[in-house]
């Protein structure tokens, strides 16, 4: 046995006795953060029109960071020398990073895979630049997250065919080379992906093959790109069920209400998405129903808060008519209504979190769901996602 001390502890603190879902607290070496959590995106270290205080004031505990973005600029030399992201940004609670590897997909024209890594031509200029498992880690030991992905072969979550079983088994042995290079094993842990596209087999292979490495979490990666819900859910579920009980499981790129709700009785503890920060930018609010978009002529006189159950400043001091004057047009309506959004996914999961540990999670479901689909008309994903949890809707 190694001294070592481990740079994140789990515990689960309540397991809800009929779905999957747990509520635990993992314990980072820069904050606690309560699960399930969804964390926003700060892709360039700043999460677009807030400030890190105004962030804790939202209670958020952990954000995520973009290693490619970051490692291009300000790149891992400054980082270095700031002593890490979290200074460098002023951020005193916890950061996730995520290895690079999802622009494999999203500048896939940019990019050229092999057994080495990723080549990429820069979006900046036109230089070339190699990522690879080694390099990736290197990035993110200088950044300094408390939680780093590792590099993984992600192909569109549509894709079919030979492609998939390679990029799996690639995953497979790109985690180990991340493993060997990761430089600050008491400060930072490294979570695996589960991959394998939608082929039940391969996506179980996967996870059984990373549960054999000694980590102390692990994500589902892969999803949320345009497959239908009912595939979605169903390697949710399976990976769910593969993975360890007594580590965090992480779904990546995960975002809108419905889907938080589902994957946690699924299941899964962390989440991350851009979508409630980007739809700010877009004039649109989040509330329970979906979301309003302000910028609609039917808000020009409404005099109202968006939502006045909301305890966020936004809904405390602006109307909805003053929000559609200015949506998308001043740049503090970015600002007004990402803290709407932020304190929108917060107030959500700590519901969740609450629901779980009173062991009234599937009421809480049952009443959400009847709150969005009020005639009851549940699309056919949700009511099957749900019955392999035991729960069914009213």
Known sequence: MTNRKTPLIFEVLAECKTTKARTGRMTLVHHHVDTPVFMPV??????????????????CQIILGNTYHLGNRPG?????????????????????????????????????????GVKFKSPYNESECMLTPE?????????????????????????????????????????????LAHERLDEQ?????????????????????????EVNGYAVGGLSGGESKDDFWRMVHL??????????????????AIDLIICSALGIDMYDCVFPTRTARFGCALIKTGQLNLKQIQYKKDLKPIDESCECNTCKIYSRAYLHQIATVETVSCHLLTVHNIAFQMKLMQDIRDSIK????????????????PNKDYPTWIINALQAVNVTLL
């Open 76 to 116: 891992a030399d400054i980082l270095r020398k700031a002593g890490g992201l979290h200074k460098f940004m002023n951020w005193k609670r916890a950061l996730l990073t995520d290895s690079g590897g999802f622009q494999m997909v999203s500048l896939l024209q940019l990019a050229e895979i092999t057994e080495e």
């Open 239 to 256: 990976s769910t069920n593969i993975l360890p009980k007594n580590k965090p499981r992480y779904l990546m790129g995960v975002g809108f």
């Open 189 to 213: 842990s490294i979570f695996p992906i589960v991959q394998g596209g939608l082929n039940p087999e391969l996506r179980s292979e996967c996870a059984r093959q990373l549960i054999k490495r």
């Open 358 to 373: 009173e062991q009234k999670f599937p009421r809480f479901i049952q009443d959400y769901m009847l709150i969005v689909y």
């Open 135 to 179: 390099h990736s880690i290197q990035i993110q030991n200088a950044i300094g997250a408390d939680i780093i992905m590792q590099l993984d072969d992600v192909v569109s979550s549509t894709l079919t065919g030979p492609r998939v079983e390679e990029a799996m088994h690639r995953t497979i042995r790109w985690l180990d080379r991340c493993l």
């Open 42 to 59: 700060g892709t360039q270290g700043t999460l677009k029109g807030l400030l890190p205080q105004q962030l804790e004031q939202l209670d």
